[in-house]
């Protein structure tokens, strides 16, 4: 009984800590993406102020203070640790060749060691991979924002758990509880009749989504649920030979890398060559209806020499409250993921997914009590379907921490 208390417990206080640095971290969003900044300069009170526009930066910095924050949360963990050498005493050798070898071999998962896996730890070309996908998944999400409307967005991403429990059936063959399947179902129908049934603040709703967007979007949550899948089976393969703080570190280290690669290209180059390659196809497919799909809403930007690093570090430079702002934006998304991976290690892929989703919907409860806005009947179902949803979720893993403690 104690163990299963101990579990909702856990699984309450990640869910908690997940819900108040992401509620923060998302205040920081909008008030760093809306607000016009201006230089401590009085004479700059009669020029124009500027906005912060470079969200690669801006995620790089998030990525780099999250590893900070693992690595700190990892020595804190480990402080009794007497072993040495930095990968070792971090835990982190299991990322070397030989290293991985010996935690197959003692989970009993052992395979010849061939071509690339002699010199690369097949969890590092995990780590690669997911990071990867999470990178792409995340940039398609910008770009779909382009062709789609928020509201499309926001409905499609309350349906997130259909794809991560879809990639973990279909790419390992993971297999779940009946529940699982009801879980996910009545969480996905309630959040959905949440955001759709609502009162939409300018009319038209979702009308105006482009197919290029549709396409964008589906993509984008399957690689949200193959990274979410691919997550489940690391911890699954290694067991507590990684832990989800581990993964934090590593993931958030080859994030970072990636960042400062593209941070180095000139500013706008990539939106250029893209430009150029749709008009290439453009030209390619007219008088085709798919050329106008390609061509739908195309502006050729002006090409810059100056490496986005360079203007980012002198916009902050210029506006130190900016810069405040931006650490502040990644200290709160490092907390955050700090209890996401802890969620992830201990609870998997769809209890985690089953939080975020519902994010959404518990900050907007909480309005509707502070400023007493209004629900529609329909919306209250939705309510209390996800409920009913996270109430079997709830109930059944307190059974299962009944079953082991017997």
Not at 161 to 174: A, K, Q, S, T, W
Not at 203 to 224: E, K, T, Y
Not at 235 to 259: C, D, I, K, R
């Amino acid at each position: 009984m104690a163990a299963a208390r101990n579990g909702v417990l856990q699984l309450a206080l990640c869910a908690l800590a997940i819900y108040t640095a992401f509620l923060v971290w998302g205040l920081l969003q909008e008030k760093i993406t809306s607000t016009v900044y201006h230089t401590g300069d009085p004479l700059d009170a009669f020029r124009v102020g500027e906005r912060f526009e470079y969200g690669v930066l801006l995620n790089g910095v998030q990525a780099l203070c999250s590893c900070a924050m693992a690595m700190a949360y990892l020595v804190y963990r480990r402080r009794g640790s007497t072993e040495r050498g930095l990968l070792t005493r971090l835990g982190l050798d299991v990322l070397t060749p030989s290293g991985c070898d010996r935690a197959l071999v003692a989970r009993g998962k052992h395979a010849p060691v061939r071509g690339v896996r002699r010199y690369v730890s097949p969890l590092l070309l995990q780590y690669l991979l997911v990071s990867a996908l999470q990178s792409t998944a995340s940039w398609l999400s910008i770009v779909a924002l382009r062709h789609l409307s928020f509201p499309a967005i926001t409905l499609a991403k309350s349906s997130k758990l259909v794809p991560v429990l879809v990639m973990n059936v279909l790419l390992y063959h993971r297999h779940f509880a009946a529940y699982k399947y009801v879980v996910v179902a009545l969480v996905t129908l309630g959040v959905w009749m949440f955001m759709a049934l609502g009162p939409r603040s300018s009319p038209g709703g979702v009308r105006g989504n482009s197919v290029l967007g549709m396409v964008l979007l589906a993509i984008h949550l399957l690689l949200d649920g193959t990274t979410n899948s691919t997550q489940d089976e690391v911890f699954a393969t290694y067991g507590s030979y990684v832990s989800g703080t581990q993964m934090m570190l590593v993931m958030n280290a080859v994030s970072a890398t990636y960042m400062l690669t593209a941070l180095l290209v000139p500013a706008g180059a990539v939106s250029y060559l893209v430009a150029h390659a749709r008009l290439y196809v453009g030209s390619l497919l007219h008088p085709h209806w798919a050329a106008q799909l390609f061509m739908a809403g195309l502006q050729v930007p002006a090409l810059s020499l100056t490496p986005q690093l360079v203007s980012g570090v002198q916009f902050l430079l210029r506006h130190p409250d900016a810069a405040r702002d931006v650490l502040a934006y990644a200290m709160a998304g490092a907390a955050g993921q700090i209890a996401i991976f802890e969620t992830l290690e201990r609870f998997g892929s769809l209890t985690l997914v089953s939080i975020t989703v519902t994010r959404k919907l518990f900050t907007m409860l909480l309005s509707i009590v502070v400023y007493q806005h209004q629900l529609r009947s329909l919306q209250w179902i939705g309510v209390a379907i996800v409920f009913v949803g996270l109430f079997i979720e709830m109930r059944a893993k307190q059974r299962q921490a009944k079953a082991k403690q017997s």
